[in-house]
């Protein structure tokens, strides 16, 4: 991946940016004036947010094709910061949050938010969506309410439909008619598959559908717009007036418990929104590069300090938009410097027409993204994951509904860390071990990087492994290694989740091993799992390394099995595992005539207290013709793998190379000398090395004294299935 | 070069059920470094005990070994320590507690104060068996230190000792040390760079101390140096343990105040979970 753009390409790429610019313009338009409305703050201040921000970002920030702009999440925060503040101290809280995210940018703690367990964040999240649902919902069905709490809201959605059918005046009724018809159309919108259709975003749609409804009833029909007059959108100050008229922020509540409270929030989700929306981003960018994150950071704080200086709210970067840019060709920064610069335009031609949108029409655009926040689905994903996690995200949601956004995370960290200790019976666990630097990596001989953890992972110390997979290259091979982990959770196995797309898409691997001795709850493969006391024979759903030898199995024609098997007659007639004992084999892959297996093994070496129990993965190949009996090994491995003595190195002659490299033994040098004609040799030389041992009428091979990847496993498949064909051709 | 680097050794003898597989132990260790055995028991001197010590030391095979049986009464802690300085100790053996139920390993609190305050090496078992478990594969620390190069020496004498057939030298790269913050893609190749640069500096300069050891000790012993990244003292544990060591040989601690029992680092960590057995060099 180069870097540098030459000047040359950075010009080429302005049309296709320029132009993803105006469609992403056209989105954030509506949304921005929505979600500053259902701030209760003046619309423009949401154009404000977005135009700030896309100029300050673009310049100043750290990722590449994200679009800044008033968040969604931040809703919640900013009314509750309005209503208890007022509007001039609130963009103080604003200015204050932009120098808080500015500091914490420059301690690099854009990380802050790995600290939250994601089932907690999802929950925030979920209960932000019911804010705006809930208050939008009503101002849509053109009945304005006022109630004390966001739960009062939602409770009172049936009241407002009921009466909503039973209204007689007609204005009122034609401003429902245009909130539900909206709303149909931010649902049923990406169902139709029309070209002409798809060319503009649906909330664009609908301004223009108003506006243009607006005309025809003035200019065609020459009637006053039949949508009642308090439905209407107020008027929108032009640039000039918004420049005359710069708010004055109040910063006399600054000693206050409120007004901090407010900061400490309104920069929590902001950063919280932000860093989700640049994760999932990075995973769509064409150009897959890493966005600097605390660079990013920083420009978010210094456009928050900027936008609340003009009368905007906090920028944040916004998930929709920023997709909106990639599917339209945006390549670079370029694309969110222009939807600033476009909607600058709009603002400056079109402020007096916007005035002619429907409010009911503009909040169902909001009611759409409040409801897709909530997003029922997660309720039933997070049921299979795991009914923990339901806990968790339903004790987030209602605290953060009913009190208030700090309190709602604090409950949903409690909630986590509670659940963490009653699932394992153990706080000793999580208090001995939380500083203890659990992580180790390092490369190993064949250039893969081998991480292994300790004791546990879960949200309180993920940050630790993080740290260690973020200075991986994502081109590299990398296994993370959880059998000496006790209890691994769902925040950490979706994040690792995450890592997979990104090593997978950037070229290199990530694996994990060592969950299958953790047991789950549920067959998910997100779910928490903890260590069992005692090796068990049933295991209950599939790790993502089972399901992937599965899908393996498949394209080498097969059978994939998971059960613990305890008869291994075959494997104990090898001199390997004479001083050894096999406890059981599991996670076999069996080709269709029996002759070749892969396998996970668990064995143990000595006994009481000095017994050792070793898992590895090897290959047995049940040769059709006699061989002799030999072990050929790298030089020097010998006596640690076989507790004998005596035996002499066999050195083929003419193969002066090969007999310095490898260790060969045997009871027969005669025959053995026979066996390993040329081909054999050069095979062996050729290819990468591996343990293989000879019992006469079968081979095992291994390479490591662990559980490989799946990478790994293709490889010595590949491997062994070429040395059978060798050997059966000779 | 040729150098003895252990003279007496010492190991306390408490009446529990590891009390031969303790005896056994320090007495296979003594006849393989061919030193002299000295066994303290914290208490009064009773010719019962002394018969059971005895028994035990018979039954190993007495007449290849040179001991001597010392009965000195006090607090335990005091008790060692003075005994180790009076009678020239320069290696104490030491026995580890498993935990419950676990295949954990931690050192009591008599061991513990004995190990960070002795003056002698210290050789911290976490099996001690009747029988004698083969050490096949030693791990050692490749810190940048004054020490380490006769804690290298020391691994090696030891391993051509007990003939092991392995010893792996780990020099532990601190994230600190690659001084590289990673952010995008820039950052981070600068960070490989540096990163791939530590690790051969550190590999050449554990090359350095390697050719330093004489042939004898080295020529039946395959020598491997690995790089690890993680926590200084603790992830060598760690790596110990994933590698299936038999061995761990460690600097000793430079100081132990008060502040590194609270922040822990370096050997207290290892103290807290033994991965294996440890040899401490001082």
Avoid at chain 1, 385 to 396: A, D, V
Avoid at chain 1, 548 to 576: M, P, R
Avoid at chain 2, 43 to 65: M, T, Y
């Amino acid at each position: 991946m180069k870097q540098k753009n030459t000047i040359g390409e950075t010009i080429a790429s302005i049309p296709r940016n320029l132009f993803s610019g105006l469609v992403v313009s056209l989105i954030a338009l509506p949304l921005s004036l929505g979600l500053a409305m259902a701030c209760d703050a003046p619309p423009i201040a949401g154009v404000i947010t977005s135009i700030v921000g896309g100029i300050v970002v673009a310049i100043c920030g750290g990722s590449f094709v994200t679009i800044s702009g008033p968040g969604k999440g931040l809703v919640g925060v900013v009314l509750v910061a309005v209503s208890t503040l007022g509007l001039n101290a609130t963009f103080a809280a604003i200015i204050s949050s932009g120098i808080l995210l500015l500091i914490l940018g420059y301690l690099r703690l854009g990380k802050l938010a790995d600290y939250f367990p994601s089932s907690a964040i999802q929950g925030v999240l979920a209960a932000i969506g019911l804010i705006i649902l809930g208050k939008q919902f009503h101002i849509m069905m053109g009945h304005k309410i006022e109630r004390d709490n966001a739960l009062e809201y939602l409770v009172a959605i049936p009241e407002t439909i009921v009466h909503v059918l039973n209204v007689q005046d007609p204005g009122l009724v034609n401003a429902s008619i245009a909130g539900v018809l909206s709303l149909l159309l931010m649902i049923f919108y990406s169902k139709i598959r029309n070209k002409y259709l798809q060319l503009v975003p649906a909330p664009m749609w609908i301004v223009i559908g108003s506006i243009g409804f607006s005309y025809y009833c003035e200019l065609i029909l020459k009637i006053p717009n039949p949508i009642s007059e308090q439905y209407m959108m107020p008027s929108i100050p032009g640039l000039t007036e918004v420049v005359n008229d710069l708010p004055s922020p109040d910063f006399g509540l600054i000693g206050r418990v409120e007004f901090w409270s407010s900061v400490v929030a309104l920069t929590l989700i902001a950063s919280i929104e932000s860093l989700l929306s640049i994760k999932a981003i990075d995973k769509l960018d064409p150009k897959k590069r890493r966005s600097n994150v605390n660079k990013d950071i920083k420009a978010l704080g210094l456009a928050t300090a900027l936008s609340g200086f003009f009368g905007g709210l906090n920028v944040v970067t916004v998930i929709a938009p920023s997709s909106v840019n990639i599917s339209n060709g945006g390549t670079n920064r370029f694309g969110n410097l222009f939807h600033a610069f476009f909607l600058t335009v709009f603002i400056l031609l079109f402020n007096t027409e916007l005035a002619r949108i429907p409010l009911s029409a503009l909040m169902a655009i909001l009611v759409y993204t409040g409801y897709k926040l909530a997003a029922p689905k997660m309720l039933k994903r997070l049921f299979l994951i795991g009914k923990e996690q339901l806990i968790i995200f339903l004790s987030t949601l209602l605290v953060t509904l009913q009190v208030g956004l700090i309190s709602g995370i604090t409950a949903g960290l409690l909630a986590t860390f509670l659940i963490h200790v009653v699932v394992n019976k153990s706080i000793v666990l999580f208090l001995k071990n939380l500083v203890k630097p659990n992580v180790l990596m390092y490369k190993e001989d064949s250039g893969n990087y081998f991480i292994s953890v300790k004791h546990f992972c879960s949200f309180l110390n993920f940050n630790k492994l993080k740290d260690k997979l973020s200075v991986i290259p994502e081109q590299k091979d990398v296994i993370i290694d959880f059998t000496m982990c006790a209890f691994v959770d769902h925040s950490v196995m979706e994040n690792l989740n995450d890592y997979q797309e990104l090593f997978h898409k950037k070229g290199g691997t990530l694996e994990v091993i060592g969950l299958e001795l953790l047991d789950a709850n549920s067959g998910h493969p997100f779910a928490l799992r903890r260590l069992l006391p005692l090796s068990n024979l049933i295991n209950s759903g599939a790790t993502k390394r089972e399901n992937d030898l599965q899908d393996l199995g498949e394209s080498f024609n097969l059978t994939f099995n998971n059960n613990k098997s305890v008869k291994n007659n075959e494997l104990e007639k090898f001199i390997f595992f004479k001083t050894k004992k096999i406890d059981y084999t599991y996670n076999r892959l069996v080709n269709s005539d029996g002759s070749v297996s892969v396998f996970d093994i668990s064995f143990s070496e000595g006994e009481f207290i000095a017994k050792e129990v070793i898992r590895s993965t090897m290959m047995y190949i049940n040769t059709s013709s006699d061989i002799p009996e030999f072990a050929l090994t790298k030089e020097g491995l010998l006596e640690r793998l076989y507790a004998l003595a005596g035996q002499k190195d066999i050195n083929i002659p003419e193969f002066d190379d090969f007999s310095d490299r490898f260790y060969l033994i045997g009871d027969n040098p005669k025959k053995i000398r026979a066996f390993f004609t040329e081909k054999i040799v050069r095979f062996f030389e050729s290819n990468p090395y591996y343990h293989v041992e000879s019992n006469g009428s079968g081979l095992l091979v291994f390479s490591k004294e662990r559980v490989a990847g799946v990478k790994e496993i293709k490889q010595m498949l590949d491997f062994g299935l070429r040395l059978q064909t060798q050997i059966s051709k000779s | 070069m040729s150098f003895k680097k252990f003279n007496t050794i010492g190991v306390g003898v408490a009446f529990s059920p590891n009390l031969q597989a303790n005896i056994f132990e320090a007495a296979r260790l003594a006849v393989f470094l061919k030193c002299d055995l000295v066994l303290i028991h914290v208490g009064q001197e009773n010719d019962n005990k002394k018969a059971i010590v005895e028994q035990h030391l018979n039954s190993f095979g007495a007449e290849k070994l040179n001991y001597r049986i010392l009965f000195l009464p006090g607090n335990p802690v005091n008790v060692i320590l003075t005994a180790i300085k009076e009678n020239t100790i320069d290696l104490m053996v030491l026995g580890a507690l498993k935990q419950e139920n676990f295949f954990k390993y931690y050192l009591g609190s008599i061991a513990r104060q004995i190990t960070r305050q002795a003056s002698c090496s210290i050789l911290l078992l976490i099996n001690p068996s009747v029988e004698r478990v083969p050490c096949n594969h030693i791990v050692v620390n490749g810190l940048k230190d004054p020490k380490t190069k006769d804690t290298i020496q020391s691994a090696f004498f030891v391993g051509y000792k007990l003939k092991a057939s392995k010893i792996t030298v780990v020099e532990e790269v601190a994230q600190e040390e690659v001084n590289v913050k990673v952010d995008d893609d820039k950052t981070l190749r600068q960070s490989t760079i540096v990163r791939e640069r530590l690790m051969m500096r550190e590999k050449k300069r554990v090359e350095k101390l390697l050719r330093e050891i004489p042939e004898v000790y080295s020529k039946d012993i395959v020598v491997k140096s690995q790089a690890i990244f993680g926590k200084r003292g603790y992830s060598i544990g760690h790596y110990a343990q994933i590698v299936r060591a038999d061995l761990l040989v460690m600097n000793a601690p430079s100081k132990t105040s008060f502040w590194d029992r609270l922040f822990p680092h370096d050997i207290e960590h290892i103290l807290g979970e033994l991965p294996t057995d440890v040899l401490i060099i001082r």
